[in-house]
């Protein structure tokens, strides 16, 4: 390593680092966000406003990991299993749904204080993280279809069809870019993907910029309890969790870092009191991701202070709405082929994790697998007529296709296979 954990390098270097930093952070940011703010709001000033928090809470919690946290080199994003509670609990209302991602964030953060987390961690077998990585993916298979073929009127087909080659395209280079290249894959998807696409469909309208504090409400009107939006939400908190755990273990134990379990105290209580932050703005709420070992890897920097930059270049992205109205212009095809790409690798994560556990070596093994994941399709891709009868409370949970496979893999592994999967 050019540069170990705790070394701090001059200037330039520090910035050339950071640099690298910020544009590996910038995708997930851009991507997630986008997906949620057009989800909720239709109004480009309402959109533009919740980028303009989005960037603002994931630049100062990168840096406030960094010097009070975790103390990793680790990105942090926005969490793909709360955009699955969001997308299913849309029904309880923008309120409702943030208001349970603040208890949520409480939750987690009080698991950590007070070394709760450390006992949970037992309860995550290999089997349940890799169902849980995997249902993730298959859950948002509906948001993409529906990026895909909303972007050009009249022309779903071919939608279709660019967003399958612009995916298979990113596996091409994920594969076989070198270094520090193949960190940057989705932001080339970003530029590239809509180049093409523009040259092929046309350029879009460009959205004229909203007056000065359109659409910006800080915080959220109120705080709602929804019961199923709140019971929905702390199963997909269950998945952050597992995520958060795993990324800081994996950076940790790759840096050969000292005092892990005060690490992941800090690191998840950190990230939990930012979820609760979230909450009440009303964004999508953070997680570390694993990918950054890549990108340590790559550089031979292991620095955390490499990470300051970028969190602040994130943060400042946020005072420039019109560098955010540039990002409302991205189509939707190309949002929907990059989230293909990405639930392409969070599906990668979980088969790894399955494989080199063992994970399914008979039908038991196989059914713990098997059925939690066709539960969860079935539910996903199921109409809005067939939810119809169960009461309105309990829709968020019982039409939330990630909760009822994480239940029923929670079920077969501790309950009904038990004894046979035992040791």
Same mark, same amino acid.
């Given at each position: 390593?050019?540069?170990? /954990?705790?070394?701090?390098? %001059?200037?330039?270097? /520090?910035? /050339?680092?950071?640099?690298?930093?910020?544009?590996?952070?910038?995708?997930?940011?851009?991507?997630?966000?986008?997906?949620?703010?057009?989800?909720?709001?239709?109004?480009?000033?309402?959109?533009?406003?919740?980028?303009?928090?989005?960037?603002?809470?994931?630049?100062?919690?990168?840096?406030?990991?960094?010097?009070?946290?975790?103390?990793?080199?680790?990105?942090?994003?926005? #969490?793909?299993?709360?955009?699955?509670?969001?997308?299913?609990?849309?029904?309880?209302?923008?309120?409702?749904?943030?208001?349970?991602?603040?208890?949520?964030?409480?939750?987690? #953060?009080?698991? &950590?204080?007070?070394?709760?987390?450390? =006992?949970?961690?037992?309860?995550?077998?290999? =089997?349940?993280?890799?169902?849980?990585?995997?249902?993730? %993916?298959?859950?948002?298979?509906?948001?993409?279809?529906?990026?895909?073929?909303?972007?050009?009127?009249?022309?779903?087909? %071919?939608?279709?069809?660019?967003?399958?080659?612009?995916?298979?395209?990113?596996?091409?280079?994920?594969?076989?870019?070198?270094?520090?290249?193949?960190?940057?894959?989705?932001?080339?998807?970003?530029?590239?993907?809509?180049?093409?696409?523009?040259?092929?469909?046309?350029?879009? #309208?460009?959205?004229?910029?909203?007056?000065?504090?359109?659409?910006?409400?800080?915080?959220?009107?109120?705080?709602?309890?929804?019961?199923?939006?709140?019971?929905?939400?702390?199963?997909?908190?269950?998945?952050? *969790?597992?995520?958060?755990?795993?990324?800081?273990?994996?950076?940790?134990?790759?840096?050969?870092?000292?005092?892990?379990? #005060?690490?992941?105290?800090?690191?998840?209580?950190?990230?939990?009191?930012?979820?609760?932050? %979230?909450?009440?703005?009303?964004?999508?709420?953070?997680?570390?991701?694993?990918?950054?070992?890549?990108?340590?890897?790559?550089?031979?920097?292991?620095?955390?202070? *490499?990470?300051?930059?970028?969190?602040?270049?994130?943060?400042?992205?946020?005072?420039?709405?019109?560098?955010?109205?540039?990002?409302?212009?991205?189509?939707?095809?190309?949002?929907?082929?990059?989230?293909?790409?990405?639930?392409?690798?969070?599906?990668?994560?979980?088969?790894?994790?399955?494989?080199?556990?063992?994970?399914?070596?008979?039908?038991?093994?196989?059914?713990?697998?098997?059925?939690?994941?066709?539960?969860?399709?079935?539910?996903?891709?199921?109409?809005? &007529?067939?939810?119809?009868?169960?009461?309105?409370?309990?829709?968020?949970?019982?039409?939330?296709?990630?909760?009822?496979?994480?239940?029923?893999?929670?079920?077969?592994?501790?309950?009904?296979?038990?004894?046979?999967?035992?040791?």
């Amino acid at each position: 390593m050019k540069y170990r /954990l705790d070394e701090k390098p %001059a200037l330039v270097p /520090l910035l /050339l680092y950071g640099l690298q930093w910020w544009v590996v952070s910038l995708p997930s940011v851009i991507i997630m966000g986008m997906v949620v703010a057009r989800l909720h709001f239709t109004g480009i000033g309402e959109q533009v406003a919740y980028m303009q928090k989005l960037f603002w809470l994931m630049g100062i919690i990168t840096v406030v990991q960094v010097y009070r946290g975790h103390r990793l080199p680790l990105v942090v994003g926005p #969490a793909s299993t709360l955009l699955v509670g969001l997308v299913a609990s849309a029904s309880a209302g923008v309120n409702a749904m943030y208001s349970a991602i603040l208890v949520g964030g409480a939750l987690l #953060a009080l698991a &950590a204080v007070t070394g709760l987390l450390s =006992r949970l961690r037992v309860f995550f077998t290999p =089997r349940i993280v890799a169902v849980i990585l995997v249902l993730i %993916a298959f859950t948002l298979s509906p948001t993409i279809l529906r990026l895909v073929a909303g972007g050009s009127e009249g022309h779903v087909s %071919a939608n279709l069809c660019f967003a399958l080659v612009m995916a298979f395209a990113l596996v091409i280079c994920n594969a076989r870019l070198p270094g520090v290249w193949k960190s940057l894959t989705v932001l080339f998807g970003i530029g590239l993907g809509s180049l093409c696409h523009f040259l092929a469909f046309g350029l879009p #309208a460009v959205p004229a910029m909203p007056e000065n504090g359109e659409g910006m409400r800080f915080f959220l009107s109120s705080f709602e309890l929804h019961p199923g939006a709140l019971l929905s939400f702390l199963f997909c908190f269950l998945a952050l *969790t597992i995520n958060e755990l795993g990324s800081i273990e994996s950076v940790g134990h790759m840096l050969r870092a000292d005092d892990m379990d #005060a690490r992941i105290k800090r690191g998840a209580g950190l990230q939990g009191a930012a979820n609760m932050a %979230a909450g009440a703005l009303g964004v999508i709420g953070p997680v570390d991701f694993s990918f950054s070992a890549g990108l340590i890897t790559a550089t031979g920097c292991a620095s955390r202070f *490499t990470l300051v930059p970028a969190g602040i270049a994130l943060a400042l992205c946020g005072f420039f709405p019109h560098l955010v109205l540039l990002f409302s212009c991205i189509p939707g095809v190309v949002m929907g082929a990059l989230m293909l790409y990405l639930m392409t690798t969070q599906l990668a994560g979980g088969l790894t994790v399955l494989t080199q556990s063992g994970g399914v070596t008979d039908f038991a093994g196989g059914a713990i697998m098997g059925l939690p994941l066709m539960i969860g399709l079935l539910i996903s891709f199921a109409p809005p &007529a067939a939810l119809g009868g169960f009461p309105e409370f309990l829709r968020p949970v019982v039409g939330n296709g990630f909760v009822m496979g994480t239940v029923a893999v929670i079920l077969l592994e501790h309950v009904v296979f038990r004894k046979k999967t035992a040791g």
